[in-house]
């Protein structure tokens, strides 16, 4: 399956939806020297293997709900074999918008870097899910726009009414260039955490 080294592989969880490949079409090609590939019959120790042999640091299940992407599990590779695909965050989502269904959109192509513009973010909750993202998503922070032309994406996160709303911008062009993602929730597995933007609280998780 390996046909190149890679810093984030994207796939989805099994059998899914037409509507699932497309965004997971559109998320790898925003996300830093990301590869999207066929799930088909493999498991997660297959992942495992795939990801050591790219060389990846990250890799992005897509979950399905409904027909649409549901969630988003984030997993890094562990030292050695047994250790296999280690969570370290998931990321609910209450809709997505793929590329080709924003007007004036354009494609990218061989992203290398990923800013994070959480400017327009100001409650505690949002900031906790704008750093989830930049972990999971292997992404810089961005505090000015004078910073935007040092990426070749811009992902800029805007807080919403109950959700954080993330989309992806090419500097170059001020355009959108990926998907549109509503984030209602997230849990940061490394620091315990839920955080729920629809209730405005953020819990202790316990690993089970």
Known sequence: MS??????????SHRPSQRVRSFAKDLASVLPEAVRINRGKATLQDLYYEAYARGA???VVIGMKKGNPGVLRIYKPGMVPEEGLQL???ISLAGVRLRRETPG???????????LDARKVSSEEAARVVDVLSKSFLARIVLDEDQWERFDVVAVAEEK????????ICPHTRRICGPTLRITAVT???SRI???LEKGEVLPYAKG
């Open 57 to 59: 640091e990250r890799v």
């Open 3 to 12: 046909t190149g080294k890679a810093r984030v592989i994207v796939t989805t």
């Open 105 to 115: 959109s354009q494609r990218v192509f061989r992203v290398k870097t990923l800013g």
């Open 161 to 168: 009414k109950g959700h954080l709303e993330l989309t992806f």
């Open 194 to 196: 839920h955080v729920y």
């Open 88 to 90: 370290i965050s998931t």
């Open 188 to 190: 940061d597995v490394e």
